[in-house]
C-alpha cells in the first residue's frame, strides 16, 4: 500500500535465477482472482479501497515499454472491467488548473477503468484545504451537479474566499442504486491535488543608486513590470544598487513565488545571479559593488538587468529586461582573477556561414558588332563561291546508284555530311565542345558505315565496266 491510495503486489526473493516485479506478480494475483471468483458461488470479502488501489496502480503506471508488461497491464484492466467481485470506478479531473482568472469551474469524471461510463452516482466534495494549511478547510460537503451532455459532475462557482495556490479536494462516491453498490468499488475518500491559478499584482517596483556610506538614495527611478519600458543608471563601486518591489495575490494576501532572481549581464557575455529575498508583501536585493568587485572580475561597463519571477500558480509570470546600469569599477589588480571563458555559441560556429560574393574578371574588350558581321560575310563568301563553281561547271550525277539499296545509302551518306555541317553551325551558336564531340563520333560512326556501303558499291560497278 502506498500514500497515494495505490495498492500492488510484489514478489518476495527466493529465486535469483527468476525475478517477476511488482507489475507481473500484481497481474497474476489480479488473473487469479478473478478467474476464482467466476468458479465459486461465494463472494469474496474485498474492501473497495484495495480495488481501487489495484486499478490506481496499473492507470499510474503509464505505459510499459516492455510488451510483456504491457500486455500484463491490459490484461488486468480487462479482469478489473469485468469480474464478480467489484468493478472499480475511477474518479478523474479532466483539468487539476483551476484558474480565477477565466472564472472557471470544477468539474469531475467518474469512468470505469477502460473508460465505460459509470452508473448513476452522487459526487461530494467532502473538504477542499491548502496544502499548506490542512486543518482549515474552505469547503466542506458540496454535492457537485451532473451534466448528462458531457457526462461530468460540475461546481458552478468556487467560494470567494479561494486565493491562489496550491490545494487537496477529497471527493466522495456513492452508487444511487442501493442494489448496485454491491456490483460497483467506489473506495472511502479520493484525495486530488489542484492547482488554483490567477493574476499576481505587482506593485511598487523601484530601482535605486544608494551612497555607500550613509545609504541614502542617489538616484531612484520607477519600473514598470507589466510594460515593456526600460530604465537605464549608473553606478560606482563605492555605491550600491537596490531593486524593491511587492507582490500580492488577488485577495491582496502576500505572494511568495517559488522563483525570484536578479541577473546582470555584462557586455562580454558574463552574468552574475542573485536570488532576490522577501519579507511579507515586499521583495527587496541590495547590490553592494564595493563587495562583489571581485565577483564582477573588476570589468567596467554596461549591465543589462535582467529580472525573473515565476511560480507554477502564477499566470502573469516574467522574465524580462528592467534595463541596465552602467557600472565603474577600479583597474584589477595584478593577480585579479579573470572571467572565465564564454562557451562558443554552436549555431554560429556550425550555423549557415555568409554568402560568399564571387567577383569575376572584366570581360575583354570585343571589336564593333559590324566588324563581326563583315568578318562572318568574308568568311562564307567561299562557301558561295564553291557552290555558283559547281553550278558552272555541271554536276555530275552520273555514277549515282540507280539500284533501291545503294541509293537509299547513298541519300543516307550525303545526309550524314548535310548533319556533320549543321553539327557545326550548332556548335558555333549554342552547343558546348562536349555535346559537340559526343555526337560527332557517333556521326563519325555512322558515315563511315554508310559511306562504306555507298564506295563498295561504286567501285563495284565500276570494276564490272572495265571487265566488260
Known amino acids: 500500500m502506498v500514500n497515494d491510495g495505490t495498492f500492488y503486489f510484489d514478489e518476495k526473493l527466493v529465486n535469483m535465477r527468476e525475478q517477476q516485479g511488482p507489475l507481473a506478480t500484481t497481474s497474476s494475483v489480479v488473473r487469479g482472482l478473478t478467474a476464482f471468483s467466476s468458479v465459486i458461488t461465494e463472494s469474496l470479502n474485498l474492501t473497495g479501497d484495495k480495488i481501487l488501489g489495484i486499478a490506481k496502480f496499473f492507470l499510474g503506471i503509464g505505459i510499459p515499454g516492455d510488451t510483456k508488461n504491457f500486455f500484463d497491464q491490459v490484461d488486468s484492466l480487462a479482469c478489473l472491467e469485468n469480474n464478480r467481485v467489484s468493478i472499480p470506478l475511477i474518479l478523474s479531473l479532466p483539468s487539476t488548473v483551476i484558474s480565477l482568472t477565466k472564472k472557471d469551474s470544477l468539474k469531475v469524471k467518474v469512468n470505469t477503468v477502460l473508460g465505460s461510463h459509470a452508473p448513476p452516482l452522487t459526487v461530494t466534495l467532502v473538504r477542499a484545504f491548502s496544502s499548506s494549511a490542512r486543518d482549515n478547510s474552505i469547503i466542506e460537503n458540496q ?36 442494489e448496485q453498490q454491491t456490483v460497483y468499488a ?84 558574463v552574468e552574475h545571479t542573485f536570488v532576490v529575498g522577501s519579507s511579507g508583501k515586499k521583495f527587496e536585493i541590495t547590490l553592494d559593488f564595493l563587495g562583489l568587485v571581485e565577483k564582477f572580475f573588476y570589468l567596467s561597463g554596461r549591465y543589462d538587468i535582467q529580472l525573473t519571477v515565476g511560480d507554477a500558480v502564477m499566470e502573469n509570470s516574467l522574465l524580462r529586461d528592467i534595463g541596465y546600469v552602467e557600472l565603474d569599477l577600479p583597474e584589477p589588480p595584478e593577480n585579479a582573477s579573470r572571467p572565465p571563458p564564454q562557451p562558443v555559441d554552436p549555431y554560429t560556429r556550425y550555423g549557415p556561414k555568409a554568402e560568399i560574393t564571387h567577383i569575376f574578371r572584366a570581360p575583354e574588350k570585343r571589336p564593333p558588332q559590324e566588324l563581326s558581321l563583315a568578318f562572318l ?74 559511306g562504306h556501303r555507298t564506295l563498295s558499291h561504286l567501285a563495284s560497278a565500276s570494276a564490272k565496266l572495265k571487265s566488260a
Open 143 to 178: 454535492e457537485l451537479k451532473f451534466d448528462p451532455q458531457d457526462a461530468v459532475y460540475f461546481l458552478d462557482d468556487l467560494p470567494a474566499s479561494f486565493d491562489v495556490g496550491e490545494y487537496i479536494f477529497v471527493f466522495k462516491m456513492l452508487v444511487q442504486d442501493s
Open 186 to 269: 467506489t473506495g472511502t475518500l479520493t484525495q486530488v491535488p489542484i492547482y488554483v491559478t490567477g493574476l499576481i499584482k505587482i506593485e511598487n517596483a523601484k530601482i535605486a543608486v544608494l551612497d555607500s556610506d550613509l545609504g541614502s538614495v542617489e538616484t531612484q527611478k520607477k519600473l514598470d513590470l507589466a510594460g515593456e519600458s526600460t530604465v537605464s543608471v549608473s553606478a560606482n563601486h563605492l555605491q550600491k544598487l537596490r531593486l524593491s518591489f511587492q507582490m500580492s495575490t488577488p485577495l491582496g494576501n502576500a505572494f511568495k513565488p517559488h522563483q525570484a532572481f536578479l541577473r546582470l549581464r555584462h557586455e562580454t557575455k
Open 377 to 450: 560575310v568574308l568568311t562564307i563568301l567561299p562557301l558561295f563561291g564553291f557552290i555558283i563553281g559547281l553550278l558552272r561547271l555541271g554536276v555530275n550525277l552520273k555514277n549515282f546508284p540507280t539500284s533501291a539499296v545503294p541509293a537509299t545509302f547513298a541519300v543516307i551518306f550525303h545526309l550524314g555530311i548535310a548533319a556533320v555541317l549543321l553539327l557545326y553551325v550548332l556548335f558555333w551558336l549554342k552547343l558546348d565542345l562536349f555535346t559537340t564531340l559526343k555526337t560527332l563520333c557517333f556521326l563519325g560512326v555512322f558515315l563511315m558505315v554508310v
